[in-house]
């Protein structure tokens, strides 16, 4: 009881402030969506597609920060110099990275708004417009994982959360001026501006709290870009596979169904992130701890952090969904002032929050199998099953039986029986080290 009492004591000390960030990034999304709810349906159908998009990018080309996480955490008190390798290395590649991905969002997104979600007249408008500052975000944001990244491996999460804060507050008092002070018309664009910039002033902030460790990779090799880009091979398969290959296309089936569906699932969206807030806080200081046990041997750690993660994500998100559903007719109406969007929003709202539950389990062993070095064999089972799947709706798609009910089920049975697989081939993986 004692070892359980102090792993949850080490798994939380992490994890709450991470947590903290993302309640008040989740708080911020509320907030710009209930701004946007009040632009027009066009603006939300928009922004839902972009930021998806952008934050899949984002996802799959920030995955070697992922992979600094395993292999740094398994060597910073033995190997200082090392580390510092591994981080000027992951700070070079990210650059680079985000910087294509950048250049290729700029001159892709006209064709895929328009061929790929069917966005037409002021939808494709305003896509465009947003979509183009958007794309700006994706060098920053794997900048930002790289510094964040850095500070998680040496457990400063309190740094993280300084900067989130300020950075956030920022960002919220740009909003607001210009929500209140630009035309309707621009007011989309203004907050794509102010993201942007909030973002900027965040990374300017890691800067500052990182000046003297950046002062010493002057003398410092990046020997290790080829090594932590081989071991992110992998990682950019399995962010490929759930960014694009299945979000995506689980969105543009979402779009194909009546607008006031599709508006309203993305609304019910806004809720479901609320409600994973400690999820992937959660996973990433698990993913550190078990990359700690396994370099270090420990059997019993390794078999008691997934379980008391899904614990922990578990209860959060039922707590969160609970009194969400309790309160929706005073709630939803905060995200948008169109009746007929919250009606639809508050009918589906149980529903989509029931069948997200299986993603909790899916993030926490696909983390766990990717801490112990398995980011080959994760990536195979996901390309597996998440095909078949992509297969099946697109079937039903064709026959004319594409609905929300089948998408659901269809996320759900992929998140399920991903998890099972992982789970089981972690236990086998640490019964035998």
């Not at 899949?56 to 090392?82: C, D, H, K, M, T």
């Not at 920053?140 to 500070?151: A, D, G, R, W």
């Not at 994760?378 to 697109?394: A, F, S, W």
Request: aromatic share 10%; net charge positive; with cysteine.
């Amino acid at each position: 009881m004692m070892k359980k009492n102090i792993l949850r004591s080490e798994l939380n000390h992490v994890s709450l402030p991470l947590l903290l960030n993302s309640l008040l990034g989740t708080a911020m999304s509320v907030i710009f969506t209930a701004m946007i709810g009040r632009i027009s349906s066009d603006a939300i159908a928009a922004t839902e597609v972009v930021d998806g998009l952008v934050y899949s990018l984002v996802g799959i080309l920030g995955a070697g920060s992922l992979s600094f996480n395993i292999y740094a955490s398994r060597i910073q008190e033995s190997n200082p110099r090392l580390f510092q390798n591994y981080f000027k290395s992951i700070l070079f590649l990210n650059l680079l990275l985000g910087g294509i991905g950048t250049l290729l969002v700029m001159m892709l997104l006209p064709e895929l708004l328009a061929h790929l979600y069917h966005f037409k007249g002021e939808t494709l408008v305003l896509g465009i417009s947003y979509g183009r500052i958007s794309a700006f975000k994706l060098v920053i944001y794997v900048t930002i994982f790289s510094f964040s990244n850095q500070l998680k491996v040496k457990k400063k999460p309190v740094m993280i959360v300084t900067a989130g804060v300020i950075s956030s507050l920022a960002h919220l008092l740009m909003a607001l001026a210009a929500f209140a002070y630009l035309p309707k018309s621009k007011q989309l664009l203004g907050l794509g501006v102010a993201s942007m910039f909030s973002l900027l002033m965040e990374c300017g902030l890691y800067c500052v709290v990182l000046r003297k460790g950046l002062r010493m990779l002057k003398g410092i090799k990046s020997s290790q870009k080829w090594f932590l880009l081989k071991k992110s091979g992998p990682l950019f398969g399995q962010e490929c596979l759930e960014g694009t290959l299945f979000s995506v296309i689980v969105t543009a089936l979402v779009s194909r169904l009546p607008f006031t569906i599709f508006t309203g699932y993305s609304l019910c969206l806004v809720i479901v992130k609320l409600a994973q807030s400690a999820m992937f806080p959660y996973a990433n200081s698990q993913l550190i701890l078990i990359g700690e046990a396994f370099g270090k041997g420990q059997s019993n750690k390794l078999r008691q952090l997934p379980k008391l993660t899904a614990k922990v994500t578990l209860a959060s998100y039922l707590g969160v969904s609970l009194i969400v559903v309790c309160f929706s007719s005073s709630l939803l109406p905060l995200l948008s002032n169109q009746s007929e969007l919250i009606h639809q929003a508050m009918e589906i709202l149980p529903v989509v929050l029931l069948f997200f539950t299986s993603q909790l389990f899916f993030e926490i062993n696909k983390y766990s199998l990717q801490a112990i070095g398995k980011e080959r064999q994760t990536l195979i089972l996901t390309g597996m099953v998440n095909g078949l799947v992509v297969c099946v709706l697109l079937v039903l798609q064709l026959v004319g039986l594409n609905s929300l009910m089948t998408i659901l089920w269809g996320l759900a049975i992929n998140y399920l029986w991903l998890s099972f697989l992982f789970s089981r081939f972690y236990r086998k993986t640490i019964q035998n080290h």
